[in-house]
């Protein structure tokens, strides 16, 4: 069985393992929506606006 998505309540990356890659954050959670691929932060206005400064998976909200 796969490995269950998790985002990080502090920075919404998206990870399959028990720490942020992202922020090294614990705090993770199975309940999110919606998911923002960033492939090129710099030239991405999106990842610019939301302050998106690593490519990754990022949840649009975290409960």
Do not use: H, Q
């Not at 922020?23 to 932060?41: E, H, K, M, R």
């Amino acid at each position: 069985m796969p490995a269950r998505e998790k985002a990080c309540r502090e920075c919404k990356w998206i990870t399959t393992k028990s720490v942020c890659e992202n922020c090294g954050s614990s705090n993770l959670t199975t309940n999110f929506a919606g998911l923002i691929i960033v492939v090129d932060p710099e030239g991405s206005e999106i990842a610019k606006e939301l302050g998106l400064r690593k490519p990754g998976a990022y949840a649009i909200r975290v409960a």
